[in-house]
């Protein structure tokens, strides 16, 4: 089947062949009749559309075909689009164009059929943003969506089921019948017949809005503040890769290298933003971090290893080198910020998902922490980066749903401004314009409210032409509306589009922009609508928890994910306490924490639970760096002795701040010495050695825990369980203990005879006796046996060799006995820092 032939411009169009039937009344075509014969043509008519429309409303005047709202596919078979409007915004004199497609969706094929254009049922425009919604919410063809020209008409061959045709329609302004400045409906339709059902009728329609304009106006033009926002989901692992002298930035894919190439996603955003003016550029601070990273070279974990923790190495990463187009991005973006009239918002660093902490982990002692420090590192981080200024006290809960325990953990993070959809906070039937954006909302906070009509065609992606045009026409459609229903009442806007904007509704939105700007709106940053006097009569009031959406609250991070990073900060604390070069760890660690709370996890809930496992074990690996060696049986052949303990410190800085704590299970049979403190240099091993003295034969259980020093001690690592075998505790040391006991009674004989001796006087001195024959200058009472050295203080089992002292302990105590690891095949766990400027 060939494609028909394009008829458009002012020249009607006729099929051929086909005559007006008793259906189709058409009061614009030629009479071939006499008064009779129309007169009956025009009963038979009345009698079909009452039989087919009962309740269709008839207008007079031009091609009436009245209809019903319906939506049965048999009655309504054929689909249309409008996919282009050009130009968007009409002008006096001048020609519309109109294209798009016309698809057959039924069960028959269409006969005889065409698309045309309907004139508005009326020349005044649509005064009230109710009227718009009103055509909006039409879903079929109906008498008030205007009357059909003759010209132009589009003929349509005869169309099978799922068969699609585009088509294009010109048409002058001045045929459309506006009389005055305003908002019209633009309407095409298409009118024939089916296989099934020869009735000629109306098959389907297509509507959009259409902005006129005869000249200037004198309205005040409405302020409007347009979100446009840079956020990406987090790439920046908590390790870096060791490469001679430096630290290579690891990243947990490499999706961003695509985003920032011509034609991907964070370019384009970047590349259409620099054309606006009054742009508030709402940027993630880790997305700049993660481009300042790729601007050197990187490295990128494999597939599957995200989770492990493991430290990079080359089995588990791949080396990239400097990506030059994230070098040219970071710069095209301080080029587009910096521009005069746009702002910079900058969020939290990572954008935690407040909604997620509010409901789910306010609770959590770390969470609040953690948010005023991301506040003020994003802060830096985009001024560092970008070279400007920026607002970092402005919170955007998810997809702008608020409520009252989100706002208080936005004013407890240090938010002063809160950024609101229209559908939070919506305003109240009794105002009947639309009030301007921002709302005192209580303790020193406002909202600025995006309006929910206005944002909302932008709230997905616009793939489709149809759908951007949709979006386009009717976001002009609403702000001439908003603008005019007030003339001299000049009020605020706040466009809100989604964080994950695309590049196809970035431009819908610039387009649309555009078109707008400088006759009905005056685009503005954020500050200057945040600063305007709210409107008394506009909604002020907090939602409350319970009428937050479902929806929204089905995809929030759940209390064991946060938990989970709460935890991570208490770990992260204690392992503070004990490195000689914090900074290298803290930074990545502080960032990948809150990395782990981020909104980007709402789409892609599995890639965040893999990025929280994969932190927590890497923070488990620096942890257990540290650690005492496992054992399992230390003999101890004698009553005294020493026990070795070794302590290992894997990591390449030395660590301090430790002590070590042995603890016998059972004290009354083996006691050992007090703790021990520890400084281990990098990648290093200690022994300690514990005087013990033990009472009997048999095993000993024994404990050995790391603890940290200082203020609020607390344990360090895991604490290793070992028995120590007592040996050789002989019958003669159970003599020394007999002997001291007969000593111990004689010395009392002898105090007894001399208190008889001296006739119960109390010596001159006190009451303590004076003693006779003093052996060696020692009294009696404190003759005892010498502890004996163990006759083997090498007696271990095989386990512990490691474990021997290079060097005996003196008596002094316990001794420590450094000793480089020797390469024993273990993985040392590389330190990690921050990547800076």
Same mark, same amino acid.
């Given at each position: 089947?060939?494609?028909?032939?394009?008829?458009?411009?002012?020249?009607?169009?006729?099929?051929?062949?086909?005559?007006?039937?008793?259906?189709?009344?058409?009061?614009?075509?030629?009479?071939?009749?006499?008064?009779?014969?129309?007169?009956?043509?025009?009963?038979?008519?009345?009698?079909?559309?009452?039989?087919?429309?009962?309740?269709?409303?008839?207008?007079?005047?031009?091609?009436?075909?009245?209809?019903?709202?319906?939506?049965?596919?048999?009655?309504?078979?054929?689909?249309?689009?409008?996919?282009?409007?050009?130009?968007?915004?009409?002008?006096?004199?001048?020609?519309?164009?109109?294209?798009?497609?016309?698809?057959?969706?039924?069960?028959?094929?269409?006969?005889?059929?065409?698309?045309?254009?309907?004139?508005?049922?009326?020349?005044?425009?649509?005064?009230?943003?109710?009227?718009?919604?009103?055509?909006?919410?039409?879903?079929?063809?109906?008498?008030?969506?205007?009357?059909?020209?003759?010209?132009?008409?589009?003929?349509?061959?005869?169309?099978?089921?799922?068969?699609?045709?585009?088509?294009?329609?010109?048409?002058?302004?001045?045929?459309?019948?506006?009389?005055?400045?305003?908002?019209?409906?633009?309407?095409?339709?298409?009118?024939?017949?089916?296989?099934?059902?020869?009735?000629?009728?109306?098959?389907?329609?297509?509507?959009?809005?259409?902005?006129?304009?005869?000249?200037?106006?004198?309205?005040?033009?409405?302020?409007?503040?347009?979100?446009?926002?840079?956020?990406?989901?987090?790439?920046?692992?908590?390790? &870096?890769? *060791?490469?001679?002298?430096?630290?290579?930035? %690891?990243?947990?894919? !490499?999706? #961003?290298? $695509?985003? @920032? /190439?011509?034609?991907?996603?964070?370019?384009?955003?970047?590349? &259409?933003? *620099?054309?606006?003016?009054?742009?508030?550029? %709402?940027?993630?601070? !880790?997305? #700049?971090? $993660?481009? @300042? /990273?790729?601007?050197?070279?990187?490295?990128?974990?494999?597939?599957?290893?995200?989770?492990?923790?493991?430290?990079?190495?080359?089995?588990?990463?791949?080396?990239?080198? $400097?990506?030059? /187009?994230?070098?040219?991005?970071?710069?095209?973006?301080?080029?587009?910020?910096?521009?005069?009239?746009?702002?910079?918002?900058?969020?939290?660093?990572?954008?935690?998902?407040?909604?997620?902490?509010?409901?789910?982990?306010?609770?959590?002692?770390?969470?609040?922490?953690?948010?005023?420090?991301?506040?003020?590192?994003?802060?830096?981080?985009?001024?560092?980066?970008?070279?400007?200024?920026?607002?970092?006290?402005?919170?955007?809960?998810?997809?702008?749903?608020?409520?009252?325990?989100?706002?208080?953990?936005?004013?407890?993070?240090?938010?002063?401004?809160?950024?609101?959809?229209?559908?939070?906070?919506?305003?109240?039937?009794?105002?009947?314009?639309?009030?301007?954006?921002?709302?005192?909302?209580?303790?020193?906070?406002?909202?600025?409210?995006?309006?929910?009509?206005?944002?909302?065609?932008?709230?997905?992606?616009?793939?489709?032409?149809?759908?951007?045009?949709?979006?386009?026409?009717?976001?002009?459609?609403?702000?001439?509306?908003?603008?005019?229903?007030?003339?001299?009442?000049?009020?605020?806007?706040?466009?809100?589009?989604?964080?994950?904007?695309?590049?196809?509704?970035?431009?819908?939105?610039?387009?649309?922009?555009?078109?707008?700007?400088?006759?009905?709106?005056?685009?503005?940053?954020?500050?200057?609508?945040?600063?305007?006097?709210?409107?008394?009569?506009?909604?002020?009031?907090?939602?409350?928890?319970?009428?937050?959406?479902?929806?929204?609250?089905?995809?929030?991070?759940?209390?064991?994910?946060?938990?989970?990073?709460?935890?991570?900060?208490?770990?992260?604390?204690?392992?503070?306490?004990?490195?000689?070069?914090?900074?290298?760890?803290?930074?990545?660690?502080?960032?990948?924490?809150?990395?782990?709370?981020?909104?980007?996890?709402?789409?892609?809930?599995?890639?965040?639970?893999?990025?929280?496992?994969?932190?927590?074990?890497?923070?488990?690996?620096?942890?257990?760096?540290?650690?005492?060696?496992?054992?399992?049986?230390?003999?101890?052949?004698?009553?005294?002795?020493?026990?070795?303990?070794?302590?290992?410190?894997?990591?390449?800085?030395?660590?301090?701040?430790?002590?070590?704590?042995?603890?016998?299970?059972?004290?009354?049979?083996?006691?050992?010495?007090?703790?021990?403190?520890?400084?281990?240099?990098?990648?290093?091993?200690?022994?300690?050695?514990?005087?013990?003295?033990?009472?009997?034969?048999?095993?000993?259980?024994?404990?050995?825990?790391?603890?940290?020093?200082?203020?609020?001690?607390?344990?360090?690592?895991?604490?290793?369980?070992?028995?120590?075998?007592?040996?050789?505790?002989?019958?003669?040391?159970?003599?020394?203990?007999?002997?001291?006991?007969?000593?111990?009674?004689?010395?009392?004989?002898?105090?007894?005879?001399?208190?008889?001796?001296?006739?119960?006087?109390?010596?001159?001195?006190?009451?303590?006796?004076?003693?006779?024959?003093?052996?060696?200058?020692?009294?009696?009472?404190?003759?005892?046996?010498?502890?004996?050295?163990?006759?083997?203080?090498?007696?271990?089992?095989?386990?512990?060799?490691?474990?021997?002292?290079?060097?005996?302990?003196?008596?002094?105590?316990?001794?420590?006995?450094?000793?480089?690891?020797?390469?024993?095949?273990?993985?040392?766990?590389?330190?990690?820092?921050?990547?800076?400027?």
């Amino acid at each position: 089947m060939s494609e028909p032939a394009r008829h458009s411009g002012l020249g009607a169009h006729r099929r051929p062949g086909r005559a007006a039937g008793p259906t189709e009344p058409r009061t614009g075509e030629r009479r071939t009749g006499g008064r009779a014969r129309r007169f009956a043509a025009a009963c038979g008519a009345l009698l079909a559309l009452v039989a087919a429309a009962p309740a269709a409303a008839l207008p007079t005047g031009g091609n009436v075909r009245p209809t019903v709202d319906s939506t049965a596919t048999a009655e309504y078979p054929v689909v249309l689009t409008i996919e282009t409007v050009t130009p968007q915004l009409a002008v006096q004199n001048g020609t519309v164009s109109i294209t798009g497609h016309v698809t057959n969706s039924g069960k028959s094929a269409l006969k005889g059929a065409h698309a045309a254009v309907r004139k508005p049922v009326s020349s005044k425009p649509l005064q009230r943003r109710s009227e718009l919604q009103g055509v909006a919410a039409r879903t079929s063809p109906r008498g008030d969506d205007g009357t059909e020209l003759d010209s132009p008409q589009y003929a349509l061959p005869e169309l099978n089921p799922g068969q699609s045709l585009p088509y294009t329609l010109s048409v002058a302004v001045s045929d459309l019948g506006f009389s005055e400045s305003g908002v019209y409906e633009l309407a095409v339709d298409a009118w024939g017949s089916t296989a099934d059902n020869p009735r000629d009728r109306a098959l389907g329609i297509a509507r959009t809005f259409l902005p006129y304009s005869q000249g200037s106006s004198e309205a005040q033009p409405t302020k409007v503040a347009t979100l446009w926002p840079l956020v990406h989901a987090p790439v920046l692992a908590a390790q &870096t890769y *060791a490469e001679g002298d430096q630290n290579l930035s %690891v990243l947990r894919d !490499d999706s #961003l290298a $695509a985003d @920032f /190439a011509p034609g991907g996603r964070l370019y384009e955003l970047v590349d &259409t933003g *620099a054309k606006l003016n009054g742009l508030t550029w %709402v940027v993630d601070p !880790d997305l #700049l971090d $993660a481009a @300042f /990273a790729m601007t050197r070279p990187y490295r990128v974990q494999k597939p599957g290893t995200e989770g492990s923790g493991k430290s990079a190495k080359d089995e588990n990463t791949v080396g990239r080198p $400097a990506s030059a /187009a994230a070098d040219a991005w970071l710069n095209k973006l301080r080029t587009a910020v910096a521009k005069s009239g746009n702002q910079v918002v900058s969020l939290p660093y990572a954008d935690p998902d407040l909604a997620s902490i509010a409901h789910n982990g306010a609770d959590l002692s770390g969470m609040g922490t953690a948010l005023s420090k991301a506040a003020t590192a994003g802060r830096l981080t985009v001024e560092g980066r970008l070279a400007v200024d920026t607002r970092s006290d402005v919170a955007w809960p998810y997809q702008g749903y608020l409520d009252q325990q989100i706002a208080g953990i936005a004013r407890q993070a240090g938010s002063n401004l809160v950024l609101v959809n229209g559908a939070s906070m919506p305003d109240p039937d009794s105002v009947n314009y639309t009030p301007t954006a921002v709302r005192p909302i209580g303790n020193g906070q406002n909202a600025v409210v995006a309006d929910d009509t206005v944002s909302g065609p932008f709230q997905k992606d616009l793939s489709t032409p149809k759908d951007q045009t949709d979006a386009t026409q009717r976001f002009l459609a609403e702000t001439y509306a908003i603008t005019h229903e007030q003339p001299q009442n000049q009020r605020g806007l706040l466009v809100m589009p989604p964080r994950e904007l695309t590049v196809n509704t970035a431009k819908a939105l610039a387009t649309a922009l555009q078109t707008a700007g400088d006759k009905w709106l005056a685009p503005v940053k954020l500050d200057v609508l945040a600063q305007a006097a709210p409107d008394p009569k506009a909604n002020t009031g907090v939602p409350s928890p319970a009428d937050y959406p479902t929806q929204a609250r089905a995809s929030e991070l759940p209390a064991s994910a946060l938990s989970g990073t709460d935890e991570i900060q208490q770990k992260l604390d204690t392992l503070m306490r004990v490195l000689t070069l914090p900074q290298r760890v803290r930074g990545p660690f502080s960032a990948a924490m809150v990395r782990s709370l981020s909104t980007e996890w709402r789409a892609q809930a599995p890639a965040g639970d893999a990025y929280r496992t994969g932190v927590t074990n890497y923070l488990n690996e620096l942890t257990t760096a540290v650690q005492v060696p496992k054992k399992n049986v230390v003999t101890l052949a004698g009553n005294t002795g020493q026990l070795p303990v070794s302590v290992r410190n894997d990591l390449t800085q030395t660590v301090t701040n430790l002590q070590l704590r042995l603890t016998s299970i059972q004290p009354n049979r083996l006691r050992v010495g007090l703790p021990e403190q520890l400084v281990l240099p990098a990648s290093q091993s200690v022994t300690l050695h514990f005087n013990a003295e033990a009472r009997s034969n048999g095993p000993v259980t024994m404990v050995a825990q790391l603890w940290t020093t200082g203020p609020d001690s607390r344990p360090y690592g895991q604490a290793q369980t070992f028995t120590v075998e007592v040996t050789s505790v002989t019958n003669g040391v159970l003599y020394v203990f007999a002997g001291a006991a007969v000593l111990l009674v004689l010395a009392a004989l002898r105090f007894m005879r001399q208190r008889k001796r001296r006739g119960g006087q109390p010596h001159e001195d006190g009451d303590q006796p004076v003693e006779d024959d003093p052996a060696d200058g020692d009294p009696a009472g404190t003759a005892a046996a010498e502890p004996a050295e163990p006759t083997d203080p090498d007696a271990t089992t095989a386990d512990q060799a490691a474990d021997r002292p290079e060097n005996g302990a003196g008596d002094g105590g316990p001794a420590q006995t450094p000793r480089a690891s020797s390469p024993d095949g273990r993985d040392r766990t590389a330190s990690d820092e921050k990547v800076g400027p």
